[in-house]
């Protein structure tokens, strides 16, 4: 029996000499890509039929509901601030083949496919096959390809453009291929597409447009770009409206320093054990390309990594200095140029070596996306899809006429698509929240046992669950998932969580029945974080007072929430009870819930969290209640694009 040493083996899979003894037939390279179309085919359609459409998804939808093509363009796609290609094509393919959640996804589906085979054709091309089946590889189950797979929106759709547009680019300019004239049509059409549809991807056309005149004089090049600049000019009174009514973008904050950062843990699925594998990848290139004496692609190289850092920092002073644009979306367009400079330096390897290259991308790059990041229960387990059948179901287990439902979204019809396929699909009670002494008004007015409340994307003031909890005091259910919650609520006290038991520090205390005029109230203080399991939990403060000669005041008295030390703020936050004033009663609460994750404070100890009732006009009150507690908070909220939090 022939043994072989350790090193002997390596030597085996990494030496080109020898392992074509051992090689499989010359089509290996077709088989590793179709393993990987296997493989994001299935990542794609498991458990497709519980993935709700996301608030994007049916916002797109939204704005097809127009019975002319103009009306399209002046309502649906005018205040949107994206181009009108994606919308176009919705408004089309929807006429012709309706708008269920199967046919909306199929196109992008098949683009994110596609794309897959253009990335492994552009990493060929420009490196060697075995970038090309790292880069598809990273295209078929990293997350962030994912997502957007299964999104209506512009983003897999211009990536794919994308890519076929580069792919024809180095053609048309002769760059690493011989000029090939049936290549110009490509140029232009995939180039078109980019500009109509996204923004970024139009830059993208702009940044490689000037990268080739540049590098070739070629006039075919020149006359493609004409093309389509020619191709595009419909679009520009389209383009002018977006920047006369606002802008583009605008409704983001501002990017930190920190962003690109948090990009990168972002794509690696904020897991160490990817850390380690793209560490891993990036030593083994180094090696692989010293043993093979195999010379660095400096050009490609350069061209894949300064389109993508342009575009980061174009976004990036654009954001700062005009509009908020830059998340983390708009760097998808170049996403596949940051992965060719990634894995550039990988040359053409033995099948065996190559073939465990790409089975060990795979199967840790899957494991992480389904254990680590959780994509199928956080990514899944959200939006209208759920609320619409769970609040269904609760009209038939509580009884339709039992149950006040309140559902918030940017529109209706975001809930009302999912909610109209549902055997109980009446309308909602409520699809907006008013101001909270409105709403309380309201809530006085519903007689129901039962009250279900649900919003998606549009996250409310938690001030508005302390009213639903004042009159509807007991929790039955609680689904606390990504970017939308949903609850009921019941008068019974026998239909209370028995895990629900809110952990008041100070209830009635004697020392608040009082009459007090002076400018601030008792002071409650806790240890921060102290008694406080994670900063994901809820702090919940509530006050009443009553007594007010409402006619007289001035300043009205408000809820302060601090975090300080030594009488540093670090944060303050208040509410005034006029926001709850409600003419038909003598007393008054107030509810000032917060969310502890969006109250970022220094790592620092001894910090105390302080509450009390301010009364600036020093009018004459006297305060019947005052009270702190806590909840376990919603963790799977911020987890679309930060790490999962136990």
């Not at 019974?492 to 009635?508: G, R």
């Not at 029945?513 to 203080?525: A, I, R, V, Y």
Request: aromatic letters at 16%; hydrophobic letters at 45%; charged letters at 15%.
């Amino acid at each position: 029996m022939c043994k072989l040493l350790p090193s002997q083996l390596f030597h085996l899979l990494t030496t080109t000499r020898k392992a074509r003894i051992f090689s499989l037939p010359i089509s290996t390279n077709t088989w590793l890509l179709g393993l990987i179309l296997a493989v994001a085919l299935f990542l794609r359609l498991y458990r497709i039929e519980s993935l709700s459409l996301g608030n994007d998804d049916l916002s797109a939808l939204h704005r097809l509901n127009f019975p002319t093509f103009g009306e399209l363009i002046e309502k649906g796609v005018k205040p949107d601030g994206h181009p009108a290609g994606v919308q176009v094509f919705l408004y089309l393919w929807t006429s012709l083949f309706g708008n269920s959640p199967w046919v909306l996804r199929l196109p992008f589906m098949l683009c994110s496919l596609l794309a897959i085979v253009g990335g492994y054709k552009l990493g060929k091309l420009w490196f060697s096959t075995t970038t090309g089946l790292l880069v598809a590889s990273c295209l078929a189950c990293w997350e962030y390809p994912l997502m957007h797979s299964l999104s209506i929106r512009p983003y897999i759709l211009g990536m794919f453009s994308s890519i076929g547009f580069v792919y024809c680019w180095s053609f048309v300019t002769g760059f690493k291929q011989p000029y090939s004239q049936k290549y110009l049509w490509g140029f232009i059409v995939f180039g078109t597409a980019c500009a109509y549809i996204h923004y970024f991807s139009l830059l993208l056309v702009g940044l490689v447009g000037l990268t080739g005149i540049i590098i070739s004089r070629k006039k075919e090049l020149l006359g493609g770009l004409l093309g389509i600049i020619v191709l595009y000019l419909p679009h520009i009174p389209i383009f002018w409206a977006q920047i006369q009514i606002g802008g583009i973008g605008g409704w983001l904050a501002a990017p930190q320093s920190d962003f690109l950062l948090g990009y990168f843990r972002f794509l690696l699925h904020f897991s160490f054990l990817q850390y380690l594998l793209l560490f891993f990848f990036l030593l083994s290139g180094i090696f692989l390309a010293k043993r093979y004496a195999y010379l660095p692609q400096w050009q490609p190289f350069t061209f894949s990594l300064s389109w993508f850092l342009s575009t980061f920092l174009i976004g990036y002073t654009y954001s700062i200095w005009v509009n908020p644009v830059l998340h983390f979306g708009v760097l998808f367009f170049v996403f596949p140029f940051l992965l060719l400079a990634l894995f550039s330096l990988f040359p053409e390897v033995s099948v065996l070596l190559k073939s465990a290259l790409v089975l060990t991308l795979l199967f840790l790059s899957t494991y992480t996306l389904i254990e680590v990041r959780e994509h199928y229960d956080i990514f899944y387990n959200r939006g209208a899809q759920q609320i619409s059948h769970t609040f269904s179901e609760w009209r038939l287990e509580r009884g339709n006429d039992n149950l006040t439902t309140i559902g918030i979204a940017y529109h209706r019809d975001y809930i009302d698509y999912y909610l109209d396929q549902e055997e109980n699909s009446e309308d909602l009670s409520l699809y907006a929240l008013p101001p909270l002494n409105t709403f309380e008004r309201w809530l006085e007015q519903q007689h129901t046992s039962y009250l279900a409340f649900g919003w998606l994307n549009k996250r409310p003031p938690l001030a508005y669950l302390g009213l639903m909890q004042k009159y509807f005091p007991y929790r039955v259910e609680s689904h606390k998932k990504a970017i939308s919650e949903w609850f009921l609520f019941s008068r019974n006290p026998k239909d209370s969580l028995s895990q629900y038991s809110p952990n008041y520090f100070d209830t009635n205390s004697p020392i608040l029945q009082q009459t007090s005029n002076k400018e601030f109230g008792p002071t409650l203080e806790i240890p921060f974080p102290g008694p406080i399991q994670t900063p994901y939990d809820w702090v919940k403060i509530q006050g009443t007072i009553r007594n007010l000669d409402r006619d007289r005041i001035s300043q009205w008295p408000q809820i302060v929430c601090s975090i300080e030390k030594e009488g540093k703020v670090y944060q303050w936050r208040n509410i005034s009870f006029k926001e709850f004033e409600a003419t038909s009663f003598s007393s008054l609460s107030a509810f000032l819930y917060l969310r502890l994750r969006d109250l970022p404070v220094p790592n620092t100890e001894n910090l105390t969290l302080k509450i009390y009732i301010w009364n600036p006009g020093k009018i004459t009150l006297e305060i019947l209640d005052f009270q702190l507690g806590l909840e376990p908070g919603n963790a799977e909220l911020y987890a679309i694009i930060a790490p999962v939090e136990k």
